[in-house]
């Protein structure tokens, strides 16, 4: 296994509240372990985060394990903030990112089980008017008499299983469109949440955290939780960490967001997650539906908006509010036994990851405050559920062990073009793809080495010369570093492979006005 040469921080493992070295070994044994759905927990996982994290940079970690519908056991691992050293704890704060999606779904269902919201009422019925607010700004997006009229085919279930046609995140001052009917296919959005939360705060006459506080955070006993900044964070939040280990900025949402702004303890997740698998606070039709599967999946995106489908899978689907995987074996889909629950969540700088398997009452957790985290989740989950989740795949992070990680490790350390000499091989086999390569590129530009940048997006233009997205790219990190015609020209490529890419198009007429 391939170990960071950088020096990393001596790990401190907290099991159960009790301080424990964090190399092999360690904590007594619990006298009982229930047996499916997880193999020993205590053993693989202390033996095998502590070296996971090391390799992957990874600077802290909490996980929970659930069993017979409870939470059984919390594993915290490494620092919360490796500047200051401070251990992560039991209390300590996660962001969790998109995870505050499926617990957001859950107090909508309790809504529709209180009849104060139709799951397939269309979401326009419940507010004055048909526009979404810019939750930034307080101003509506458009007229609402030139809104598009499939809006109104909008409902709950249809945000809830991502089918709104809406894209993730529409970006700033761009307007929010529907790219296909609604329902019509699967696409991954957070601004359907956005919008749903809007319809929620409607019909309450309250602001998205006093609902969640009323609906789920007080009856389930979740005291650590928050979609909006408390006061009470800021001694135990974890900071976050980008990819080369760096401490970043602490983020305060004052403004709750459905779709990313939890903030919760691993332990405080896993009493929603229990809620879940035992139906507590929804009724058993409700609960059906939220564990139905509602659309499948594009095997090759999550994010579909520009394209049809080719096919759909056979294995991944969603349900209202949460990923579903039916796993396959020796060419079949296996029975509903092993069907689980599952959602990942990605803030940049925090990454996380929630499995549950409803029949058989069991789950996982798992937080990390590191820009790295979901490249060493797959090895945790097989280790909790004894087989690789088929959702990783799908969702397409670098493992901590593939040549896209350590491409992008040896770039950081000794430079593009050392990387780019020592893993010819592999850029030329395309097993680095377009968008790690994509990614570097903007991860070394955040660090201000346009020198770098320009020479990895560069590359990637080489290897992709049909990507209008390689170009855009380009473009912008010769725009960053003031060479305007040669951002000009990229640009134009980009446009001449893509005449929709907007982005391109609202560049060149700045960079072409300013040079007027």
Same mark, same amino acid.
Not at 247 to 261: C, E, F, I
Not at 395 to 408: G, I, L, P
């Given at each position: 296994?391939?170990f960071l040469s950088r020096p990393f921080p001596p790990?401190?493992?907290?099991?159960?509240?009790?301080?424990?070295?964090?190399?092999?070994?360690?904590?007594?044994?619990?006298?009982s372990i229930p047996a499916p759905f997880y193999n020993?927990?205590?053993?693989?996982?202390?033996?095998?985060?502590?070296?996971?994290?090391?390799?992957?940079?990874?600077?802290?970690?909490?996980?929970?394990?659930?069993?017979?519908?409870?939470?059984?056991?919390?594993?915290?691992?490494?620092?919360?903030?490796?500047?200051?050293?401070?251990?992560?704890?039991?209390?300590?704060?996660?962001?969790?990112?998109?995870?505050?999606?499926?617990?957001?779904?859950?107090?909508?269902?309790?809504?529709?089980?209180?009849?104060?919201?139709?799951?397939?009422?269309?979401?326009?019925?419940?507010?004055?008017?048909?526009?979404?607010?810019?939750?930034?700004?307080?101003?509506?997006?458009?007229?609402?008499?030139?809104?598009?009229?499939?809006?109104?085919?909008?409902?709950?279930?249809?945000?809830?299983?991502?089918?709104?046609?809406?894209?993730?995140?529409?970006?700033?001052?761009?307007?929010?469109?529907?790219?296909?009917?609604?329902?019509?296919?699967?696409?991954?959005?957070?601004?359907?949440?956005?919008?749903?939360?809007?319809?929620?705060?409607?019909?309450?006459?309250?602001?998205?955290?006093?609902?969640?506080?009323?609906?789920?955070?007080?009856?389930?006993?979740?005291?650590?939780?928050?979609?909006?900044?408390?006061?009470?964070?800021?001694?135990?939040?974890?900071?976050?960490?980008?990819?080369?280990?760096?401490?970043?900025?602490?983020?305060?949402?004052?403004?709750?967001?459905?779709?990313?702004?939890?903030?919760?303890?691993?332990?405080?997740?896993?009493?929603?997650?229990?809620?879940?698998?035992?139906?507590?606070?929804?009724?058993?039709?409700?609960?059906?539906?939220?564990?139905?599967?509602?659309?499948?999946?594009?095997?090759?995106?999550?994010?579909?908006?520009?394209?049809?489908?080719?096919?759909?899978?056979?294995?991944?689907?969603?349900?209202?509010?949460?990923?579903?995987?039916?796993?396959?074996?020796?060419?079949?889909?296996?029975?509903?036994?092993?069907?689980?629950?599952?959602?990942?969540?990605?803030?940049?700088?925090?990454?996380?990851?929630?499995?549950?398997?409803?029949?058989?009452?069991?789950?996982?957790?798992?937080?990390?405050?590191?820009?790295?985290?979901?490249?060493?989740?797959?090895?945790?989950?097989?280790?909790?559920?004894?087989?690789?989740?088929?959702?990783?795949?799908?969702?397409?992070?670098?493992?901590?062990?593939?040549?896209?990680?350590?491409?992008?490790?040896?770039?950081?350390?000794?430079?593009?073009?050392?990387?780019?000499?020592?893993?010819?091989? @592999?850029?030329?086999?395309? =097993?680095?793809? %377009?968008?790690?390569? /994509? &990614?570097?590129?903007?991860? $070394?530009?955040? *660090?201000?080495?346009?020198?770098?940048?320009?020479?990895?997006?560069?590359?990637?233009?080489?290897?992709?010369?049909?990507? @209008?997205?390689?170009?855009? =790219?380009?473009? %912008?990190?010769?725009? /960053? &570093?003031?060479?305007?015609? $040669?951002?000009? *020209?990229?640009?134009?490529?980009?446009?001449?492979?893509?005449?929709?890419?907007?982005?391109?198009?609202?560049?060149?007429?700045?960079?072409?006005?300013? =040079?007027?």
């Amino acid at each position: 296994m391939h170990f960071l040469s950088r020096p990393f921080p001596p790990l401190v493992l907290f099991v159960s509240g009790v301080l424990l070295l964090s190399s092999p070994a360690v904590a007594q044994q619990p006298a009982s372990i229930p047996a499916p759905f997880y193999n020993d927990p205590l053993s693989e996982l202390q033996a095998d985060i502590p070296k996971l994290m090391q390799q992957a940079d990874v600077p802290g970690l909490s996980i929970v394990i659930i069993q017979d519908g409870k939470p059984f056991r919390v594993y915290n691992f490494g620092l919360k903030n490796a500047e200051t050293k401070q251990p992560v704890t039991d209390d300590t704060i996660f962001e969790a990112a998109s995870l505050s999606k499926p617990v957001f779904a859950y107090a909508v269902l309790k809504l529709v089980d209180q009849g104060k919201l139709g799951l397939d009422v269309p979401l326009t019925t419940y507010l004055p008017k048909p526009y979404i607010e810019d939750r930034g700004s307080g101003s509506a997006l458009a007229n609402p008499e030139m809104m598009d009229d499939r809006l109104a085919k909008i409902t709950a279930r249809i945000v809830l299983s991502h089918r709104t046609g809406f894209r993730n995140w529409r970006g700033d001052g761009n307007p929010l469109s529907i790219y296909f009917t609604p329902g019509e296919r699967f696409s991954y959005s957070g601004e359907g949440f956005v919008y749903l939360q809007t319809v929620v705060e409607h019909i309450t006459g309250k602001p998205l955290n006093d609902v969640m506080n009323e609906l789920v955070f007080t009856p389930l006993g979740m005291t650590s939780s928050s979609y909006a900044w408390r006061s009470d964070f800021d001694a135990r939040t974890a900071y976050g960490h980008d990819a080369d280990g760096n401490t970043t900025k602490l983020r305060k949402d004052d403004h709750a967001n459905a779709a990313a702004s939890l903030n919760t303890t691993t332990h405080d997740y896993a009493l929603f997650v229990s809620a879940v698998l035992n139906g507590t606070g929804l009724k058993p039709a409700t609960l059906h539906e939220l564990q139905t599967p509602q659309i499948a999946v594009d095997p090759e995106c999550t994010n579909c908006t520009d394209r049809a489908p080719k096919e759909l899978s056979k294995n991944l689907f969603w349900g209202l509010g949460w990923g579903i995987e039916r796993p396959e074996r020796n060419g079949a889909t296996e029975n509903n036994t092993s069907e689980t629950l599952w959602h990942w969540g990605d803030n940049g700088a925090f990454k996380c990851f929630v499995v549950a398997n409803p029949r058989k009452k069991s789950g996982m957790v798992l937080f990390t405050n590191s820009e790295n985290g979901l490249a060493i989740a797959p090895a945790i989950v097989r280790d909790a559920i004894g087989r690789d989740h088929l959702a990783f795949t799908w969702v397409k992070y670098d493992s901590y062990n593939s040549d896209s990680f350590r491409f992008a490790k040896i770039t950081h350390e000794k430079g593009a073009d050392a990387a780019i000499q020592q893993f010819d091989a @592999a850029l030329k086999n395309a =097993s680095i793809s %377009e968008s790690s390569i /994509n &990614s570097l590129g903007y991860r $070394l530009l955040s *660090q201000k080495r346009n020198t770098d940048a320009i020479r990895i997006f560069q590359l990637n233009t080489d290897l992709h010369p049909q990507s @209008a997205n390689t170009y855009d =790219s380009l473009a %912008e990190a010769y725009m /960053n &570093s003031g060479n305007n015609p $040669l951002a000009i *020209q990229f640009y134009e490529k980009s446009l001449a492979l893509d005449s929709d890419n907007s982005n391109a198009t609202s560049q060149l007429k700045k960079l072409k006005s300013s =040079s007027q």
